[in-house]
């Protein structure tokens, strides 16, 4: 057997705080041939990001290499100089980073950046040569335009056309090692899935290792043969992608194969794994299989019958005027006689990618924007041209979660008052009895109540996503516009959103329209689901007829984009 | 791009209209008769007084007297001053000498303040960010004219460097100190503005990518945190213009420098309209061109701001 390509010995990563040094990798261990794929698993925190940068020294801030070896063809690089280390980057080691809106220098344009990449690690001499080269490494990366692209910006390309540039930048060396951290976490799953498949391609053609960094498990396991799932600084498994999947055997793996949206859409039954809430009540998530609950719910819906409708949308379309500069505008149709109809008591999830309208429905919804045409009606009521005081009590019966749990709650109030704000707008009760409705709510969303003198960066985000939760609860709405609420989570904390989704429904009889770009959610707590395409709904139906029947192509699309849909898994 | 040039110098003409009305209506709702003030002490002749009446149109209503002073800019005659002098004369003696001033404090802010700014962002927390920090907090709470009289003693008089005050015709070589006097503020707020601009640059994403490309910092520094550090300065830089102009005042009258400045206060105490409108008309449209050229400075700077065609 041959040397392998890359080796990590008990490497050690500290960070600097106040509190003092933070561990943030324990003696983790991994090993990866010439030509493979490995991926790390694990959820944000867990320091699957930091051991990638650790390998090329990138530490963020004031992370420290503490102690171990990476031995990287026969070169420990934790005792290379830095000057030998910025040869080793780019030209060795190449690296596909996370976010592609800013991982581009938005003030120089798509050529100078991959044409920099191809001088710096001397592929290419010469200006001619080098511009040959970085159209090459464009038009490999998937753009095929690339000559006429080169001297625009990074903000006249989509999130998609991004990623291929940087995937190219990564690759314009032909590095022995690709590291990719998150490369599609960003995108569409449409997107996401042509991206991945261009990158297998293209690493497979030259033979390029590529470590592989995600949340999901379901894309680990389809995209790479060994796996390596990290929890809180630790390898606490790894070994072939099949093995881990089907046979996990430590309990946070267990977890994540229960959890993870992309796989519980495609089992069939749980692996009884005891999953412990990570964050609060262990109690409260002691039994966090998304399949059981979504089937229970289907089950307590089937009972109910008809209920009438909470929310019917007629033939709504929205027209966006875009400024041309100089008093001139074209109109844009963003959403386009759009129809459909929400049951009281039951989940519509409205699914399209980026720029399908999905979110503007939401907003005419909410009245954050104005129909241009169209009918909008809320529990009997036309909401159109409502004004004053009757559109505040038509915001009372319906309320909003957004997906940032970042930027939707003030950084500078306490969550007491962030969750008793709607109270104060619509005057509900005095202050003791808004006071207790916050510990109700907080009770109702499982978060224990101290947090409540506390602020919202002192809190994680699925903490955050709980409590905006609560906010949107407090006036005990009917309605609950859940706009991509759970997109920006981990998978753990994303079940456990989701099962307290579901829940609250039963419990306050809520009617959702839960707006998401991810079938795989949609599988586990909707009833019913409408596609969005380009401002019209292009399939709508219930949600087993949209998973085992799809009529349209772009729905079979969608579906055949969910990661980890072609994996055979075990019991 | 030129549209929008020939847009932005439109709109200098309202602005220019408002500021001289604003300034004029000032100046002629100040108490007291300007011609009997010339006299002094001394009890004017009547007829004499009647006849510069006359000449200055002061008896006619205030919107006449600014009828007649606008029609004279068109002609480009700025009128002429109490004791004589035909304001465009005054214009043309002081401007140059101010603006010259302005310019060197400019240069010296900008070259030295940015690059000051870039190394201490760069080597946050080190020796060199800290001695920064410590000089630029004191040189922002210095009043100017303290900072004025400490250069003329130690630069001008102990070491003997420069000249102490300014020597006829404003040369300059004696106006390297008021310069660097007058830019002693700003040069302190361009050393933190830039300091905290590379900091926020150098910690985002796209740094990181360019070092994993295998960049070395001496490529990364200037080419990706400089430039995109500079658009909060430069934006500094285009407003300060205008203040160094008119804030020349102090340091005009401690370095004697025969400039705008001194020479509208003095204008402003005699209350001579024509005078102090001129001047100020002037500013504003310096001031206007300005920052007419930050705003095509922005697009150069960062190719997302882009002006409609």
């Known amino acids: ?53 650790a390998i090329i020294n990138l530490l963020p801030g004031s992370g420290k290499i503490t102690g171990g070896e990476i031995f990287f063809d026969g070169v420990d690089l934790t005792k ?73 910006y990074p903000h006249q390309f989509s999130g998609g056309m991004r990623q291929r540039v940087l995937i190219g930048m990564g690759l314009a060396a032909n590095p022995k090692l690709l590291i990719a ?89 749980a692996t009884g794994a005891d999953l412990v809430d990570i964050e609060h009540r262990p109690e409260a998530d002691s039994n966090l299989d998304l399949i059981a609950q979504a089937a229970s719910r289907a089950e307590a819906q089937k009972a109910e019958g008809h209920r009438g409708n909470a929310i019917v949308v007629d033939d709504v379309t929205k027209v966006f005027k875009i400024r041309q500069g100089s008093g001139r505008s074209i109109d844009f149709t963003a959403v386009d006689k759009v129809s459909f109809t929400v049951e009281r008591g039951t989940t519509t999830a409205l699914v399209g990618e980026s720029g399908s309208g999905k979110s503007t429905v939401a907003k005419m919804l909410l009245k954050l924007e104005e129909a241009t045409s169209g009918n909008i009606v809320i529990d009997g009521d036309t909401i159109n ?45 005095d202050r003791k009895t808004q006071r207790a409705r916050v510990k109700e709510l907080l009770d109702q969303v499982s978060l224990p109540q101290m947090v409540v003198s506390r602020y919202p960066n002192e809190l994680s985000g699925g903490q955050r996503q709980r409590i905006a939760i609560a906010r949107a609860l407090a006036l005990k709405p009917d309605i609950v516009i859940l706009d991509e609420a759970v997109s920006a989570l981990d998978v ?46 292009v399939e709508a139906a219930t949600t087993d007829e949209v998973f085992e029947n799809p009529q349209q192509e772009y729905t079979k699309a969608l579906l055949e984009a969910i990661p980890g849909a072609g994996i055979q898994l075990g019991i | 791009m030129a549209r929008y040039i020939l847009f932005r110098l439109l709109q200098a003409i309202p602005v220019l209209l408002g500021t001289t009305f ?39 209503p205030f919107f006449v007297q600014y009828l007649y002073y606008l029609g004279g800019i068109f002609r480009f005659d700025f009128g002429v001053s109490y004791s004589g002098q035909p304001v465009t004369e005054i214009l043309a ?95 302190a707020q361009i050393v933190r503005l830039t300091r905290s601009s590379v900091i926020e640059t150098k910690n ?71 005078t102090v409108v001129s001047f100020v008309t002037v500013m504003v449209l310096i001031y206007l061109v300005v920052n007419l050229l930050v705003d095509l400075l922005y697009a150069v700077l960062d190719p997302r701001i882009r002006y409609a065609k």
């Open chain 2, 204 to 274: 985002l994403d796209f740094v990181r990518t360019a070092y994993s490309k295998g960049l070395s910092s001496k490529r990364i520094v200037p080419v990706h945190i400089l430039r995109n550090s500079l658009i909060p300065v430069v934006t500094y830089l285009g407003t300060d213009f205008g203040v160094l102009l008119v804030g020349a005042t102090v340091t005009e009258g401690i370095f004697n420098v025969p400039g705008v400045g001194r020479t509208l206060y003095q204008a402003i105490l005699k209350g001579e309209g024509p």
């Open chain 2, 93 to 187: 003696q002081t401007f140059p000498v101010t603006i010259r001033l302005a310019i060197l404090a400019l240069l010296f802010e900008m070259i030295a303040g940015i690059l000051i700014g870039l190394v201490s962002g760069i080597r946050k927390g080190g020796i060199f960010d800290a001695s920064a920090l410590v000089v630029s907090l004191i040189l922002i709470s210095l009043p100017i004219f303290v900072t004025a009289f400490l250069g003329q003693y130690f630069l001008g008089i102990a070491l003997g460097w420069f000249r102490p005050t300014v020597g006829a015709g404003a040369p300059i070589q004696d106006l390297i100190l008021p310069a660097l006097v007058l830019a002693s503020i700003s040069f």
């Open chain 1, 492 to 537: 753990l904390v994303q079940a456990q959103i989701l099962q307290l989704l579901a829940e609250l429904q039963e419990e306050l009889k809520l009617t959702y329209l839960f707006i998401t770009h991810d079938l795989a959610v949609v599988r586990v707590i909707a009833d019913n689901v409408a596609v969005m395409q380009s401002g019209k709904i």
């Open chain 1, 1 to 53: 057997m041959t040397e392998p390509l890359l080796q990590i010995k008990n490497l050690d990563v500290s960070f600097r705080t106040q509190d003092g040094e933070v561990k943030a990798v324990r003696s983790a261990n991994l090993t990866l041939n010439a030509g493979q794929t490995l991926a790390i698993v694990g959820e944000s925190g867990s320091g699957k990001s930091t051991t990638a940068s």
């Open chain 2, 22 to 60: 604003l300034i004029y209506f000032m100046v002629f709702a100040m108490p007291g008769d300007p011609l009997l003030a010339l006299f002094g002490d001394k009890t004017p002749n009547p007829a004499l007084l009647e006849q510069l009446r006359e000449q200055y149109h002061l008896n006619e």
């Open chain 1, 385 to 429: 041209g409502l004004k004053g005081r009757e559109l505040l009590a038509l915001r009372r019966r319906m309320q909003p979660v957004f997906q940032d749990p970042y930027g939707s709650l003030n950084p500078l109030q306490s969550i007491g008052n962030i969750i008793s704000e709607p109270l104060r707008v619509h005057k509900v009760g």
């Open chain 1, 80 to 152: 290379v100089s830095e000057k030998k280390m910025e040869d080793i980057r780019g030209s060795q080691i190449g690296f596909v980073p996370q976010d592609p809106m800013s991982n581009l220098n938005p003030v120089w344009n798509i050529g100078f950046q991959v044409e920099e990449a191809v001088r710096a690690n001397g592929i290419a001499k010469g200006r001619k040569d080098v511009k040959k080269r970085a159209i090459e490494v464009l038009k490999e990366a998937g753009l095929s335009d690339a000559e006429r692209r080169l001297k625009q």
């Open chain 1, 181 to 269: 951290d998150e490369p599609t976490s960003a995108l569409d799953v449409t997107v996401q899935r042509v991206i991945l498949d261009h990158l297998e391609t293209l690493t497979r053609d030259s033979n390029t290792a590529v470590i592989f960094i995600t949340h999901d498990l379901g894309l680990a396991a389809e995209r790479a043969e060994q796996l390596v799932v990290m929890y809180k600084g630790q390898v606490v498994e790894s070994g072939p992608s099949v093995e881990i999947l089907q046979n996990p055997l430590h309990p946070y793996t267990q977890r994540l194969v229960a959890a993870a949206p992309s796989l519980a859409s495609r089992r069939i039954q």
